[in-house]
Structures are given as C-alpha cells and as structure tokens.
C-alpha cells in the first residue's frame, strides 16, 4: 500500500510538518543521515533562535527581493500563531530585547525533542540512513502519484513533501545532493550560493584586529542593479568582514563588486576632514589620539588605518595637511573595497535559491506543475535575514505543505 504522504529531510521543516500531520494518515519520514535535526541544533549557538517576535508585516522585507511574495505563506500561520502553537505543546519561550524569540530552556533539543515527540504521537513512521536518490511520477501504480528510489528499495507514495534544506553546513546532511533529482524531474531551480555569510576583499586590511566590532555601520554594495544601502553592526576577523550588516546582505554581494564602509554613519567625509583639521590645528595630541577623540571608534582599530596610508599613529596630529586628513576621513567614512568572494557553504547560515517560486503555489507549498509534490524551508528560493526569520519560515511552508492532507 502506498504512502498518504512521504517527507523528505528531517530538518526543521520536515519535522515540523511530521508534528503537523493530522492522526491516522498513513506517513513515512525519510532522513539520509543518521540523526534528526542537525542543522536545527546549531540554530542559535544551539539555542535555537525560533522566530522574532515583531509585526508579521516587517518580516516581509527581512527576506531579500522575494520577501514581498511571501505573505500568502507567513501570514495565516505567523509567529504569533508559531509562539502559541509551541506554548500550547508546552514548550516555554523567552523573548529578547532584540525580539528574537528562543525556547525558555535556550536549548535547542528542548524543540527538537518536542517536534520527534509530536511525530511519533500522529503515527509518522522515521527511517535513517535512507537517502532518497530519485524522484518521479508514476501511472504504473493507480494509487500513487509518486514513486522514490532508495537504496532499500522502491518506495511508493500519493504525495511528496521535499524539505531537504539547501547546501550550507553540508557536514549536517544538508549537502544540497537532492537537487539534483529535482532538476532531473525538470523543475525550474534558480542557482544556489552561501548567504548569510562572511564577505572577503582584496587586501584585506585588518587580519590583526579580529573580534572589533562596531555597533553601527553603514555599508554601500554597487551591485548591477542599483546599489544596495544597508546599516547594523559590523564586525572584524581574521579574514574579513562578517557582523549583521553584511551577514544580511551577503545575497546582494558577488566577486568583483564594490563594498563601502563608513565606520561613521553620522558623518560627512568633508565635515569631519574639516573637523579633524581644526582640531589638529596648534594641538600637541598625536593624530592616534586626536582621532579616538574625535570619532569614539576602538584605538587598535584607528592605528591600523593610520598605518594603511603610511601615517605612525604617533606623529603629531598638528603635522598632517588636508590631503593626509581627507585619506583618513575617506577611510573612516568611505572605505571602498572590491569583494574576491563569500565564506563558502561550509560557513554559510543558509542557501541563497533553490527551488523558484514561479514552481510553486505559495498558499498551499504545491508544485503547480506536479500535483502531490509539496515545498518546504531551504529548498525554496528563500533565505531571511538572521534573527529567526529562516525558522519561521520553515515553520510556516511546513505547516501549509501538509495542511491538506
């Protein structure tokens, strides 16, 4: 006898709809690896950032230019619908000054533990260990829709529900193998690359200096479109530049483009070349001091752009001309790098595409073109800012992908 329904991936989407599906239905939840919900024990520092708790309208834009396209699915189960379903199951949760939303315990295993619990009360039955290496539809068996290869053997099913996640932290089974089958079956995917994800640059300045970081910075990426404009924190590595305001934009940002950095957002780089040179002015300070006086900004950080353009942080500030103190300012206020790449999947939060939206009824999670073949989390070509946005989205997809089962 066929399946009612066979999910695909034992993620936080794929579990979540398992915890969903109404008693008696006949339901098979296929894992390739050998644990449940990897990916979703690393959320959060594993303590599992699950939503956020601001207006269900502002998460719109938290997801980059597809965002606008996702009311049908946030909408009729939204995070004030996902935090009262969690409590309702007896899962306590505590909500931060930022509104990012966790479970009380800060625990992770506390909700994957509770969505396992909920799966095996509705009768969902768990393989591990038992990737899904082809997907097609079938007319050889009436009753199903839907047959899967295995290396256990063929399995047959009316309907498909593929939460297999997208390509990044692949060492959690979330490899991005399963697309493969889904392009085999002609499905439109748009490519897939890391977001939420360090961005590298040539020359990188400030290898020394990792762990500084700013609580408010504004960025410029000229990208082929228009330029992208964004403002958070920002934060130093070994490496790189990571923190929030480019965590958030890494989908808008490619090899060969130019990023900006003003460390100063406030400021006009013709106002404060001005300042700093009125404040040099018959000063004994060194141009080190002078500037940590001026812009508020971490010392070691200031000395190394001193020294970027040739300038010992000791030299009297009183010293240097308008031209040395336009560099300086256009480094505090306008420094423009040319990005050579991303932090790869391997770094990655989340997968940037997947499958189209243009495949998918976004009321129901449905393929328009294969009916019984359902969508849900990473593999649609969605990914949200950080701050909970990528969870409440699997949780939603989910819900809707099985709730006409």
């Not at 010992?312 to 009183?318: G, I, L, N, Y």
């Amino acid at each position: 006898m066929p399946y009612d329904m066979i999910i695909i991936g034992a993620g936080a989407a794929g579990l979540f709809a398992a915890a969903n599906i109404r008693p008696g239905k006949r339901v098979l939840l296929l894992e390739k690896t050998a644990k449940p919900g990897q990916k979703l024990l690393l959320t959060g520092s594993g303590q599992c950032n699950l939503t956020n708790a601001g207006s269900i309208a502002d998460f719109l834009p938290r997801y980059g230019p597809n965002g606008k396209r996702l009311r049908p699915v946030l909408f009729p189960f939204s995070n004030l619908a996902l935090m009262g379903w969690l409590e309702a199951q007896c899962l306590p949760l505590t909500t931060r000054s930022d509104g990012k939303v966790f479970p009380a315990s800060m625990d992770a295993r506390d909700v994957l533990n509770l969505l396992l619990g909920l799966a095996r009360k509705n009768g969902v039955e768990i393989r591990y260990n038992t990737p899904v290496t082809a997907l097609a539809q079938t007319d050889d068996n009436p009753p199903a829709r839907f047959r899967l290869a295995t290396p256990a053997g063929t399995l047959y099913t009316q309907n498909v529900l593929v939460a297999t996640g997208g390509a990044s932290y692949p060492r959690t089974g979330s490899d991005g193998a399963f697309f493969g089958c889904l392009d085999t079956m002609g499905l439109n995917l748009t490519p897939r690359r890391p977001a939420l994800c360090p961005v590298y640059v040539h020359d990188y300045p400030y290898g020394e200096l990792s762990g500084i970081s700013f609580p408010d910075c504004a960025i410029v990426i000229d990208t082929d479109n228009k330029p992208v404009r964004a403002r958070d924190s920002l934060l130093l590595t070994h490496r790189g530049f990571s923190g929030l305001v480019i965590l958030n934009n890494a989908r808008h940002i490619s090899q060969g483009a130019e990023l900006t950095i003003s460390c100063l957002p406030n400021t006009d780089l013709g106002d404060l070349r001005r300042a700093l040179l009125t404040a040099a002015a018959g000063t004994a300070q060194q141009v080190g001091t002078l500037l940590e006086a001026k812009t508020r900004l971490p010392r070691r950080f200031l000395e190394a752009v001193c020294h970027r353009i040739n300038i010992p942080p000791d030299t009297k500030a009183a010293r240097l001309g308008g031209a040395e103190m336009g560099q300086l300012a256009t480094l505090l206020t306008a420094d423009t790098h040319t990005v050579s790449g991303t932090g790869g999947f391997q770094t990655a939060m989340v997968t940037a595409g997947g499958v189209s939206l243009d495949e998918i009824d976004l009321p129901t999670m449905s393929a328009r073109r294969f009916p019984g073949l359902y969508f849900a989390g990473e593999v649609v070509d969605i990914d949200g800012d950080t701050g909970g946005y990528n969870l409440q989205f699997a949780f939603s997809s989910a819900r809707l992908a099985v709730s006409a089962l």
